[in-house]
């Protein structure tokens, strides 16, 4: 049965709700979804009034007092774990405020009506910031230690926490003994074999970017195909949005958030800022408290992880659906709308809905305009053909749409994997569900500086790295899980991609060798071998990732990018130093999370990032 609605300038019966302030003043206010009021304030609905709390004791549900910080502290201190977890997710619970009487405690407009249709007069009220602030004074260290091992303690398989278990070391110093030994007694056929496997991986790349080409234009459901749901059929729908040193774009995503078309009364909207981030988490609290939304402080711990963030919010979640923006996000504005249409005729196997990635700085300069041939490559040619051949898909970091009830039973998201949104996508898959892509685009700021960017690669990579080492801990479990198809598919996307960052160098090395320093070479059939496979090897990969660029920007339509295609080369060597960098921060510091800056995008600093959307 479904929630009733209430909104923000009516009541569910189409009443006006009145907002007066009790002492000294009749100002009438509005009431936001979250019934943001302060002490002194009260408001009136369906016959009944709060107070504040100095005008006396509350008897019953008939004149609700509004409670104050510290005494909403004291009483969640008093309430056992279970009546919290309700008063978060549900907005209300009932209390033994006096022995003898129990009574309902509601923290909104909505929560008071489903208390009292519950049959329990609503005794007290709180805003629901003053509970989460409660709740994370007392409890926070434990929720957020909790947030960074419920995977990992209950399917340690699953986690990156443990890197690589016992069987893989013990399998890593058997191939390497083996290795050595070949190449002690036979180094040509020890170089023919290793490179005969990478040549097979990354021909399979290749051969996968080429058949996405040959699939309908985008390849994603076409959302105007869907029935319309009215305001009151769309479920409530919680946007977790984590911020880390990014005070600077705080007030681009507030924006891109109030501009959401969605209901606001069923819109769930959790900041989430670290501790220790003192200036993000002051602007941040000040700008949510405006709008309506909740923020939520991540206590200081290991792995400090946007993943941990994540799991903690999640915790808060009220929705029947999920989803998550980063800082620099201007989504557009109808994505929750489209995304809940597709949820409610989607079977219930489609758990993860991945929007359409994009920049809004994409001609900003040459590295932008790689990154973003690269980017409408992978969200609007390769991934929208994965979906369509229902393969896994590892998803992008940000506007992933999640039905909860899956993403909860999968663990949330590791927060000691550096790429925890591919992750999560491997292990929904592996639990027999799958996800599409949805026909709506997020767009991001592109990287613009080669340093930041060589940070960011290296994060993603070294996370796809992890990703690959969780499957093989136990890959013919894997194998069974996903599927020989979808098994397969993750090892040419995880160790695929990563396998070519890392030894793309080495194939133009071989040819440079053998075609320039020494081509006429001595005739042996290995030789012959290796020149012809490296060829192969390079003029079907730039061959492929060219042609996937051309058919994504005509997609996109972004013509003026394609000169930029004929330098893809040099793009793939930047992203081969991100590999090397990523290999040595996996064996220095795994679990380190290469922060990203934002916002330094001319773009931006020229505050035209939505005029380019």
């Known amino acids: 049965m479904r929630r009733p609605k209430a909104s923000v300038t009516r009541s569910v019966h189409g009443g006006v709700l009145r907002i007066l302030l009790v002492r000294a003043t009749f100002t009438f206010l509005t009431i936001c979804k979250d019934c943001v009021l302060h002490p002194g304030e009260a408001f009136v609905l369906q016959g009944w009034r709060t107070r504040a709390p100095d005008e006396g004791a509350s008897t019953g549900g008939a004149t609700p007092a509004l409670l104050g910080r510290d005494q909403i502290a004291g009483l969640v201190a008093s309430l056992a774990s279970p009546q919290v977890m309700t008063l978060l997710r549900e907005g209300w619970c009932t209390h033994n405020f006096k022995p003898g009487n129990r009574g309902g405690l509601a923290t909104d407009t909505r929560s008071c009506l489903l208390c009292q249709q519950s049959g329990h007069g609503v005794t007290a009220l709180a805003r629901r910031q003053d509970v989460i602030d409660a709740v994370l004074a007392q409890d926070g260290r434990q929720l957020t230690r909790l947030a960074a091992n419920l995977l990992a303690e209950r399917q340690p398989h699953m986690s990156a926490r443990g890197l690589l278990s016992s069987g893989q070391m013990m399998m890593a110093v058997l191939l390497l003994g083996g290795a050595i030994a070949l190449g002690i007694t036979s180094p040509d056929i020890l170089k023919f074999t290793v490179m005969t496997g990478f040549a097979v991986l990354f021909l399979a790349i290749s051969l996968i970017r080429l058949a996405s080409l040959s699939g309908p234009g985008h390849n994603v459901q076409n959302v105007r195909d869907e029935p319309k749901l009215s305001d009151a059929q769309l479920p409530i729908y919680t946007v977790l949005v984590p911020l ?3 005070a600077n774009v705080v007030p681009q995503i507030m924006g891109a ?3 959401l078309n969605y209901p606001p009364d069923k819109l769930d909207v959790k900041i989430i800022v670290e501790a220790h981030d003192h200036e993000t988490a002051r ?9 309506g939304f909740d923020l939520i402080t991540v206590s200081p711990g290991l792995p400090q992880t946007k993943p941990r963030a994540l799991n903690l919010a999640l915790m808060f979640a009220r929705g029947e659906l999920v989803t998550i923006y980063d800082a620099e996000d201007i989504p557009q504005p109808m994505q929750l709308r489209h995304s809940a249409q597709r949820f409610a005729s989607a079977p219930a196997e489609v758990a993860c809905l991945q929007a359409r990635l994009s920049y809004y700085n994409s001609n900003e300069n040459w590295l932008t305009r790689q990154f973003t ?9 390769l991934l929208p053909a994965l979906a369509r051949w229902r393969l896994p898909l590892p998803l992008g970091g940000t506007s992933n749409h999640f039905r909860i009830g899956p993403l909860k039973q999968a663990g949330g998201w590791d927060a000691w994997n550096v790429t925890e949104d591919a992750d999560l996508g491997l292990r929904l898959a592996r639990m027999g569900y799958r996800a599409e892509v949805l026909g709506s685009t997020t767009f991001e700021e592109a990287n613009c500086r080669l340093g930041n960017w060589l940070h960011q690669r290296a994060r993603w990579l070294k996370g796809w790295m992890q990703t690959w080492m969780v ?3 136990r890959p013919v479990r894997a194998w069974r899980e996903m599927g020989t198809a979808g098994f397969l598919a993750a090892q040419v996307m995880m160790a695929g991609m990563v396998g070519s960052a890392l030894l793309h160098p080495v194939f133009l090395a ?5 075609l320039v320093l020494a081509p006429a070479g001595d005739g042996s059939w290995t030789e012959l071998a290796y020149r012809g496979q ?18 994504a920007l005509k997609l996109r339509r972004l013509d003026e990018l394609m000169p ?5 080369p040099v793009y793939w060597l930047l992203m081969s130093v991100g590999g090397w960098l990523a290999l040595w921060q996996l064996l220095r510091a795994p679990f380190h999370w290469n922060k990203t800056a934002h916002g330094i995008s001319r773009i931006y600093r020229q505050g035209r990032a939505h005029e380019e959307v």
């Not at 390079?538 to 492929?544: D, K």
């Not at 930029?564 to 893809?568: R, Y």
């Open 373 to 381: 041939i690269e980017y409408a490559s992978l969200f609007d040619v």
């Open 534 to 551: 490296a060829l192969t090897v390079l003029a079907l990969g730039y061959g492929a990732a060219m042609a996937a660029g051309v058919r």
């Open 564 to 568: 930029s295609i004929a330098t893809m």
């Open 257 to 259: 958030l109030k501009a």
């Open 510 to 514: 071989i040819l440079f060798h053998d």
């Open 471 to 473: 499957i093989m801990r």
């Open 244 to 246: 880390f040193s990014e």
């Open 283 to 291: 602007l941040a609290r000040s700008l949510a408290a405006k709008s």
